[in-house]
């Protein structure tokens, strides 16, 4: 309440007041506390001065092994495939990716897709756009269209801690390589965890265009295993 943000907001007057409403809430009542990822979580229970019975994560979704793998290489004669996948906003890291997409010195070195399913998304012209939309019908729509592209890379690079992000697991479905950062929240904590063969968490955005143009990147891809994972929700 006693944010910036709080400050200059049309409802910032009464958001004390709401405050305390939700905290007399939760200490009259045995409250569990669900949070999407275990990321997630801990932030909340840092940042909040909420009364609990029990705070648990239980992500949204989690990936299973295909019985029967894709596992495919790049040899050094194929150009690099590049995505980014959702929503084409600022706090997505799409800002982040179009500049990686148009720096000059590395723009004919790689492939760069775009996967969405905005029809009217604004890109530069050496971005290969390709539409994917997630219905009840098709809940693998997303998955499919990365492996059909023949995607090796996906930049996920949220600027805000990511509570889950589908995107991620979609990616990492599609046997994805992830690059991301180190503030993405679950995003991050992720790729930590999955290690060298998923991804890499760079420091900022000079770490990631340093990668592409040193070549630094085909470290990372060039004869690496690639694998396929069901996407199973919860």
Partial sequence: PTSGACRICSYGSSRELHVRRIESLFSGLKTTILAPSSSALRRFLKMSTMQWHKAIALPLAELKKNENPLIRSKNLEQKIRVMF???????????????????????????????TSDVEAPVSGNITVRHARVTREDRESMINAIIDSRVDVIINW????????????????????????????????????????????????????????SNEIHNYIINREKLLFKLSHN
């Fill in 158 to 213: 949220s600027l805000w801690p990511e509570t889950f992000n589908y995107a991620l697991y979609e990616a990492v479905a599609a046997g994805a390589f992830i690059l991301t950062n180190s503030d993405a929240g679950n995003v991050t904590e992720f790729v930590h965890k999955a290690g060298a063969n998923v991804g890499h968490v760079l420091k900022n955005e000079s770490e990631l265009q340093q990668i592409f143009e």
């Fill in 85 to 115: 996948i959702g929503i084409c906003s600022y706090h997505k890291g799409w800002n982040t990716f179009q500049k990686l997409a148009t720096n000059p010195t590395i723009m004919d070195k790689y492939e760069f897709f775009l996967l």
